[in-house]
């Protein structure tokens, strides 16, 4: 077996995100400085608040201040803060029910040790310095014990209230194509074009991916195909992609190899756009250290007969 | 309910650190063909197809598209997919064949954790305005879940490693998990949690077939009947909840008849020994009832899977003549959040 393909792939998104009107107070509040809840049905006091009340579903709008102090109703130290967490030395993760509030917060702990955190201890609010209408607006928590701070009585109304959130998000990944792929991938880089047969229905598939979608088996016995193909089906990209240093209008084809069931996908180049046409006959032009065709151009040869290819559009 | 649905089928990987000479489908497939021999069905024989599993594991968008291939998808069967364990899958198979669309149904459920930082990823299913910018680790969260089991004294760290402990051994005799034997209580991972209070970190993939009436008892010798099966879910706030108990668990317990009868067996998801003390104070499991024979989620917990593995164990089980009525339970998402319950049931011997 050959060795085991890795590559470093990072999956990454800025998620923008829009708030209620419950969400909205609330972080608008931590910008200010100012923690708010929503009553509930039933009279209690929710903070973090929520949009519905999680035991009727109703919607909820009754928004109430509540202090930044408040009280630690389980804990966990940390002692390995991991990426994106509030802080980066040792620290407890608390859920903390602030005073004038029946439920209880998310958030860090800035405390010397585990020795210094219990179950009932007090803290409170340590804002950020820079604050954007956030959870980490809230830097964290601290110990406190002073006497529990007073909340204004603020009505929840704001100017310029913050009406969403961009959350970004980053997840680091180690790549590996498996079996079928990575024998592809291999033969890539001595320019040749290696799929995998069926053993049930005997289909080559290119480039294979280890099952056959149609039989439900392993594919295993290789087969070199191509390196010329017939472009089956095209179209005209007149979009010019992002990163991408190809002129527009290019051609995008679907290119039956010679040998393979399946066609697989690649741009037309060495041809005036509006001269592809199917069945055209072509091959692949390779770059110097590429793992992979950079595109197909037309052979000469005669184009192929629609009913030869017609299974492959 | 007018139709009896049994498990008559299961099957199972190897549950490993890594895979990464497979691809998904790659490490499927031999599961996929294990549970249909064993009862001679083809997969054009199969009346719905449903599956389950994450592409932020292995971080591959469309997995499951390309996991599909190993079913012999096309020409196109009836399918369907959740993005959550396979017990749900499950879930959804069993409707399908209540309504008497199908008569047989395959599911299945596999996930890749090793590509990826498992304990980040699953951050990304929490509260995206308040929770998930903190980034909590799935660790972190159990972790605050078992303090507040221990304040409330209904555990304590030894009896925590005793959970860990009896899971390891059992699963001396499971030769597909992970963890097995004496395995280390170790250090901290996130105080209280030490790391052999937590789940191993693998790649993994379960099957069942399920069919309806005549056609089970044709295809196993001794179905296990799903007798009811029910999920519920808690209030996504984890400062709303009360951590140390499982109020939907057993409301779904209750739903899938769990207690008119006494079970002889339990196979709990659990993938932290704290989650076990909450599962058998809501569910009222007492010392008669076997918990976890095959070890559990802290043997084995291939994400996406291992609750799929709690009902096929069960079902296996009855299958084996070595329980007579099962209760098996599937969670999803932190502390507890979701909970599935099942009861099967072998015919009289």
């Known amino acids: ?202 289909k080559v598939y290119v480039p294979p991916r280890g099952a056959c979608p149609t039989c439900g088996v392993a594919t295993s016995e290789q087969v070199e195909v191509g390196p010329r193909g017939t472009v089956t089906t095209f179209c005209i990209v007149n979009i010019k992609a992002r990163n991408l240093d190809i002129e527009v209008p290019y051609v995008y084809a679907h290119i039956a190899l010679d040998g393979a069931d399946l066609a697989l996908h690649a741009r037309i180049g060495g041809i005036p756009y509006d001269q592809v046409r199917m069945g055209l006959r072509v091959e692949p032009v390779w770059t110097d250290g590429a793992r992979f065709p950079d595109h197909y151009r037309p052979t000469g040869e005669p184009d192929t007969e629609y009913d030869t290819y017609k299974e492959l559009l | 309910m007018t139709r009896e649905i049994a498990v008559v089928a299961f099957a199972q990987t190897d549950h490993r650190r890594t895979s990464d000479e497979l691809s998904e489908v790659e490490m499927l497939m031999p599961v996929l063909h294990a549970v ?145 034997g004496s395995v280390p209580q170790g250090d901290y991972l996130v105080r209280p949690l030490r790391t052999g209070d937590c789940p191993p970190i693998g790649d993994g993939a379960a099957a069942v077939i399920l069919a309806a009436g005549e056609r089970a008892r044709d295809l196993c010798e001794r179905p296990a009947w799903i007798r009811g099966i029910d999920h519920r879910i808690e209030a996504h706030g984890l400062g709303v909840r009360d951590l140390t108990d499982s109020p939907s668990t057993r409301l779904a317990a209750e739903k899938a008849g769990a207690f008119e009868r006494p079970v002889d067996t339990a196979e709990l998801h659990a993938p932290f020994t704290s989650q076990e003390v909450v599962l058998r104070n809501a569910l009222r499991l007492d010392d008669s009832v076997r918990v976890n024979p095959s070890g559990g989620a802290l043997a084995a917990n291939p994400i996406m899977a291992a609750g799929l593995l709690r009902i096929g164990e069960a079902a296996a089980r009855i299958h084996r003549g070595e329980s007579d009525r099962a209760l098996a339970h599937a969670t999803s998402g932190p502390c507890l959040q979701q909970n599935l319950v099942a009861v099967l049931e072998g015919d009289p011997r």
């Open chain 1, 1 to 202: 077996m050959p060795e085991v393909l890795k590559a470093p792939l990072a999956v990454e998104f800025p998620f923008t995100r829009s708030l209620g009107p419950v969400q909205s107070a609330f972080l608008t509040g931590l910008r200010e400085r100012v923690v708010l809840g929503v009553k509930t049905i039933d009279g209690r006091t929710l903070v973090p608040p929520v949009e519905y009340d999680p035991v009727t579903a109703d919607e909820i709008r009754d928004l109430v201040e509540v202090a930044a102090t408040g009280t630690v109703t389980t804990w966990a130290w940390n002692h390995e803060p991991r990426r994106g967490q509030p802080l980066d030395t040792p620290f407890a993760w608390v859920l903390v029910r602030l005073d004038g509030a029946d439920t209880a917060l998310l958030h860090a702990l800035d405390a010397p040790g585990p020795d210094a955190v219990h179950t009932g201890m007090r803290v409170r609010v340590r804002w950020a310095e820079d604050r954007t209408g956030a959870i980490t607006d809230i830097a964290c928590f601290e110990p406190y014990d002073g006497e529990p701070e007073q909340p204004a009585g603020h009505s929840g109304e704001f100017a310029d209230a913050v009406t969403g959130i961009v959350a970004a998000a980053r997840l680091d990944y180690t790549y590996s194509p498996g079996r079928a792929q990575s024998a592809y991938i291999h033969a890539l880089s001595d320019r040749r074009m290696v799929g995998e047969r069926c053993p049930s229905c005997r």
């Open chain 2, 36 to 180: 249909l021999d064993q009862t001679g069905l083809k997969t054009a024989d199969i009346g719905f197809t449903c599956s389950g599993s994450s592409d932020y594991l292995a971080g591959r968008a469309f997995s499951f598209t390309l996991a599909l291939d190993g079913v012999g998808a096309w020409p196109p069967i009836s399918e369907s997919h959740v993005e959550m364990d396979g017990a749900w899958a499950l879930y959804e198979a069993w409707t399908k064949l209540l309504t008497g669309d199908a008569d047989t149904a395959l599911v299945y459920s596999y996930g890749k954790s090793s590509p990826g930082s498992v304990r980040d990823v699953l951050t990304r299913q929490l509260d995206p305005y308040y929770v998930a910018p903190l980034w909590p680790d799935s660790v972190a969260l159990a972790a605050l879940q078992a303090q507040a089991i221990i304040d409330a004294g209904d555990t304590d760290e030894p009896a925590l490693a005793a959970v860990a402990a009896r899971s390891r051994t059992d699963a001396t005799a499971n030769s597909h998990a992970q963890l097995r």
